[in-house]
């Protein structure tokens, strides 16, 4: 099975900061990489699919990049409702696998 | 607006079995894909299983910890998933979600979850 790691497993930042979250692949998975937003009883919302493509309706202050084993999910100036906790998934092979999830609160 | 509605998870005793849907609208649903996560108390997303459109021959693949007990089924007529399962266990507890499935472009589509739990 593909392992996913990512990091930080928490962050703690402020309204207007830059955010970036690393998710790393125990092997290649081409740009088969997710991003999913999830907030507290919601279920997960995709944000980036493809290592990059942002998914319609969400907002362009994401971004995501990497290919191979290193994947980064950014985001470029974090708003209120950004505080959530955010998965990355593979999608190259079956199981298709989950990072642990990175938190993001307040500062 | 596409939506996914999932039912029947509830409470359940150890080895008992309990039969989910997820009921689909705004899209066509035989076009594709449908998969199957679940979430335990607090902790993070695990993959369950999925299954492919009739015109990749409704094929399934499924997680090593369900597989033999956990069963993807689908009625295209009805615009509905199903998720049996079997034999659980406690560790099967957890709030599932069934997900429109894009394959490489990832699961666009979820419901809102129902939660299982496996409890004497």
């Known amino acids: 099975d593909i392992q996913l790691t990512q990091s930080p497993s928490f962050l703690s930042a402020s309204v207007g900061d830059r955010v970036t979250i690393t998710c790393r692949a125990s092997q290649g998975i081409s740009s088969y990489l997710a991003w999913y937003q999830q907030k507290p009883g919601q279920s997960p919302n995709l944000l980036i699919y493809?290592?990059?493509t942002l998914q319609s309706g969400v907002p362009s202050r994401f971004s995501g990049s990497g290919s191979g084993t290193e994947f980064t999910l950014t985001i470029s100036s974090l708003q209120p409702e950004d505080f959530a906790t955010y998965y990355c998934q593979q999608l190259n092979s079956y199981p298709r696998t989950f990072g642990q999830g990175t938190k993001v609160e307040i500062k | 607006e596409e939506q996914l509605v999932e039912f029947g998870g509830g409470l359940v005793q150890p080895g008992r079995s309990l039969r989910l849907s997820c009921t689909a609208s705004g899209f066509t649903f035989g076009d594709y894909a449908m998969s199957w996560f679940r979430q335990a108390p607090g902790k993070g997303l695990e993959w369950v299983g999925f299954i492919r459109s009739k015109a990749y021959g409704e094929t399934t693949e499924y997680a090593a910890s369900v597989k033999g007990r956990f069963t993807i089924s689908r009625d295209d007529s009805k615009s509905i998933a199903y998720l049996q399962m079997n034999s659980l266990q406690t560790e099967d507890t957890a709030v599932y979600f069934c997900?429109?499935?894009?394959?490489?472009?990832?699961?666009?589509?979820w419901g809102q979850g129902t939660t299982v739990t496996v409890s004497s």
């Open positions: 997900t429109r499935d894009k394959h490489f472009d990832a699961m666009d589509v």
């Open positions: 493809v290592a990059s």
